[in-house]
């Protein structure tokens, strides 16, 4: 497996409240991705990196934040959570395809739940 | 906008058959990816299809793609259990040079059943 952890696994939390969810990865991939899968919907991007502080967004930005300081780590905030943001988060990693003829890998996923 | 459109969303199909399951997409794009997910789970990496005509087998299912038409396949031959699951194609979302944000169509949800 792709060395990528994703922390928290679960959270319950409540409407209103801040949230960050992490992605470490041991790959030393420059690409990085924030997607959330809702059924109906297949997997969404939110955000990239394409390197440290190097972020852009997707195609599902709103209410979304990202920072990347560090290589390994990308962290993904809800600065004020609301019940629509209730889903499960994959992060995944890449080297960039036209170089490396690879694919993105997953994570293991967040289940995000706001009350 | 660019859509990618799987069909169908729901297969069940008996052991030992043969099916196969469709990708449309809306824009030019020569790089797909074909993921399955099992439930609960990461999705895993099956197939990266890099230019037209590409063709990749792996046990009992083999993908192709169609650039000219937009289209990509995955095939089933001979289905068991073990292929249950849900699988997912990716194509980059601005056709290329490969800026590798990838949208995802919405999955095929496939039973295989005795």
């Known amino acids: 497996d792709a060395g990528i952890t ?23 991939h420059r690409y990085m991705y924030w997607y959330r899968q809702d059924p ?3 997997l969404r ?3 990239y990196s ?4 190097d972020t852009d967004k ?5 209410g979304y934040s990202v920072s990347r300081s560090k290589t390994e780590d990308f962290l993904l905030t809800l600065e004020s959570a609301t019940s ?17 003829n690879q694919p993105q890998h997953f994570g293991d996923g967040t289940r995000l739940s706001i009350l | 906008e660019l859509k990618v459109e799987q069909n169908p969303l729901f297969l069940s199909m008996q052991e030992g058959k043969n099916y196969t399951i469709y990708c449309n997409y809306s824009t030019t794009s020569d790089r797909l990816y ?11 990496s099956l197939f990266v299809l890099l230019s037209n005509g590409a063709v990749k087998q792996e046990g009992r299912l083999m993908a192709s793609l169609d650039t000219k038409a937009r289209l990509s396949t995955l095939h089933i031959t001979a289905a068991v259990h073990d292929l249950s699951a ?14 590798d944000k990838l949208i995802f169509g919405t999955g095929t949800r496939l039973q295989v059943f005795p």
Not at chain 1, 9 to 26: A, N, Y
Not at chain 1, 50 to 53: D, I, L, Q
Not at chain 2, 34 to 44: A, V
Request: proline fraction near 5%.
């Open chain 1, 58 to 62: 997707g195609e599902v930005s709103d």
């Open chain 2, 34 to 44: 074909w993921y399955r997910q099992d439930p609960g789970k990461s999705l895993e």
């Open chain 1, 50 to 53: 394409y390197g440290v502080k």
């Open chain 1, 84 to 100: 629509s943001q209730t889903s499960v988060y994959f992060c995944a990693i890449s080297e960039r395809a036209v170089y490396s």
């Open chain 2, 86 to 99: 849900t699988y997912f194609c990716a194509v980059d979302s601005e056709g290329g040079p490969y800026t």
């Open chain 1, 45 to 47: 991007l939110i955000h």
């Open chain 1, 6 to 28: 994703q922390s928290p696994r679960h959270k319950v939390t409540e409407t209103g409240t801040p949230v960050t969810l992490r992605c470490h990865q041991t790959e030393n």
């Open chain 1, 40 to 42: 109906g919907h297949g």
